[in-house]
């Protein structure tokens, strides 16, 4: 079997969710890769596990801008008995319209797949898990952030440059001005650690102490709907059903109720630790160390800890 | 400006998936995804002296959703209902909803985020796809102007600004707005308002899945749970807590 793997990358470097999910592609067989941009050649993903990489590189294409996407794939996708992305903002769009471009499944929000494509998709706010399959080829699939992660392998893979032709419509959209990732950390949804913050920090002032830690982990800071409607903390950061889904090695839920709309976004984490102030939280329902206490108090102690274990 | 938008009707409540059919169970009470009524009123906030045509794929009972869309104040409503597109996934409903929005050929499709049943968050690729329109997705900000549609986009990495030139499909994010709710003149006014049920025939498409749904199962459990209370020494606990699991 033979699945192509679309390499998703930011500032000349490739997104961990996508390296995650080439990880699982080589795992069930070949796996090849495609990248487009704007001097993107020099990305190596032979030590990823790629085969074959299709290098699309070229200045129209250096906008993160799902159409253009669509033209490149469309062309190679047919080869293939699956293509798999990486959720993101992007990847999605290049998914659902690669998908009406070949009138190809796509089955999303994945956790898994096997060997002989049976998807694994959690719904109904993951209270049930959902074997999904495909009626034609190429499978198209996107993968939940964080569902696997990179592995290197120390190869070298066959680079192979591609013709673009773009269609008309794909090239209307034109990006005015592009965002930039903060300098100040890790993305959220490729953090291994998250320190997230909920109304129970008190203020915006508060999420300090959410910074603070997260610092000291290595970690990104994340916040609940409550408080970004609130104004506290900026949307980018929110994790839940309206915001970002995650699954970081670790999470850190300060002054967090563990509402629905949260816990979907985060309840797959490996290991999550909660300080709430409330004994009947919900969150606790669902973490691995629940901590009964004030997270002003606890949390500066914490950082400290934290941060001596370092030197 | 013309302007559709397309709406969702979706179960209400924690949803149910049919073990028979293994299909989400739409049987029981629903309403319009409120992720939806973000684009609806966006599409009201952008029309000027224009229209707004609500647009929904769904059963008979869809139509609750899109008075409700014509109580906000969209002019018009169009539900394609035919039961041979029961359980369609991405690939057929964006062929009936682009067949539905060709016939309307409004300047620019709104979409709203997400649905809340089916946690997609994908088809106006696939409609702008079949459309051949540009298309921008997560839209914190949109303005038109001299033909031009002007979006603020929310990504991973911060906001985008992009434009395209009409007619262009949207996606708008729930942080857009604040959806008005329907005022009781609204209400009784939506019942006079023009609404159309098509067919699928009528579109002149089909409805072809090329997903399925194979098995239900229970959802993997998390490991046991420890809970403390945080005396003094709390912080001490959860550094070994963190060590134990080799996190620091």
Redesign the interface.
């Known amino acids: 079997m033979s699945v192509l793997v679309f390499v998703e990358h930011?500032d000349g470097a490739p997104q961990k969710g996508s390296l995650g999910v080439l990880a699982k592609a080589a795992s069930l067989g070949d796996a090849d890769a495609v990248l487009v941009g704007s001097g993107v050649s020099s990305i190596d993903l032979g030590k990823y596990g790629a085969k074959t990489v299709h290098v699309a590189d070229d200045a129209a294409l250096e906008a993160?801008?799902?159409?253009p996407r669509?033209d490149v794939i469309a062309k190679l996708a047919p080869n293939y008995d699956a293509v798999f992305f990486a959720n993101?903002?992007?990847a999605?769009?290049?998914?659902?319209?690669l998908?009406?471009?070949l009138?190809?499944?796509?089955?999303?929000?994945l956790v898994d797949v096997t060997a002989d494509f049976?998807g694994k998709r959690?719904?109904?706010?993951?209270?049930?898990?959902?074997?999904?399959?495909?009626?034609?080829t190429p499978r198209l699939a996107?993968f939940r952030s964080g569902s696997f992660d990179a592995q290197e392998t120390g190869g070298t893979a066959n680079v192979q440059p591609v013709d673009i032709a773009l269609?008309d419509?794909?090239t209307?959209?034109?990006?005015?001005?592009?965002?930039?990732?903060?300098a100040s950390g890790p993305?959220?949804?490729d953090a291994d650690?998250i320190v997230a913050g909920g109304r129970g920090l008190g203020s915006p002032e508060n999420f300090s102490l959410a910074e603070e830690l997260a610092r000291a982990?290595g970690g990104a800071v994340g916040a609940t709907r409550a408080v970004?409607d609130a104004g506290w903390y900026p949307?980018?950061a929110q994790i839940g059903?309206?915001g970002?889904t995650v699954s970081p090695?670790?999470y850190v839920a300060l002054g967090i109720s563990g509402a629905i709309q949260h816990k979907v976004g985060m309840q797959s984490s490996n290991?999550i630790?909660a300080?709430n102030?409330d004994p009947n939280a919900p969150i606790?329902?669902?973490?691995?160390?629940?901590?009964?206490?004030?997270v002003h108090?606890?949390?500066p102690?914490?950082t400290?800890?934290?941060n001596q274990?370092k030197h | 400006m013309k302007i559709a938008v397309c709406i969702k009707h979706v179960p209400e409540g924690a949803g149910r998936i049919d073990p028979g059919s293994k299909r989400l169970d739409r049987s029981g009470e629903g309403a319009l995804n409120h992720f939806d009524a973000n684009a609806v009123e966006e599409a009201l906030r952008l029309k000027g002296d224009g229209e707004v045509v609500a647009v929904s794929m769904g059963p008979a009972k869809a139509a609750d959703s899109l008075r409700k869309a014509l109580a906000m104040g969209a002019d018009r409503a169009v539900l394609v209902s035919d039961d041979a597109a029961a359980g369609s996934d991405l690939v057929a409903t964006s062929t009936v909803l682009a067949g539905a929005l060709a016939r309307e050929n409004a300047d620019l499709v709104l979409f709203g985020q997400q649905a809340s049943d089916a946690d997609g968050a994908v088809l106006w690729a696939a409609v702008a796809e079949r459309l051949r329109r540009p298309v921008v997705s997560q839209a914190a900000e949109v303005t038109v102007a001299d033909g031009t549609v002007r979006v603020k986009r929310q990504t991973e990495f911060g906001y985008d600004v992009i434009e395209a030139p009409l007619p262009a499909v949207v996606a708008v994010s729930d942080a857009i707005n604040e959806p008005r709710y329907p005022s009781l003149k609204g209400i009784m006014g939506a019942k006079k308002k023009p609404f159309d049920t098509l067919s699928l025939a009528d579109i002149g498409v089909e409805a072809v899945s090329k997903t399925e749904v194979l098995a239900l199962g229970a959802p993997p459990a998390r490991g046991d749970a420890r809970k403390i209370e945080g005396d003094g020494n709390a912080a001490q606990a959860i550094v070994d807590f963190l060590a134990e699991k080799r996190l620091i």
Do not use: C
């Open positions: 930011h993160p801008l799902p159409q669509v993101s903002v992007l999605a769009d290049v998914a659902a319209g998908a009406a471009r009138d190809a499944g796509l089955n999303w929000d049976v959690p719904a109904l706010q993951d209270t049930v898990l959902v074997d999904v399959g495909w009626t034609s996107l269609e419509f794909s209307e959209a034109r990006m005015v001005e592009q965002a930039h990732a903060e993305s959220i949804e650690v982990l970004v949307y980018s059903q309206t970002k090695k670790l290991v630790v300080i102030k606790f329902e669902f973490s691995d160390l629940g901590v009964v206490g004030d108090e606890i949390v102690k914490l400290e800890l934290v274990r």
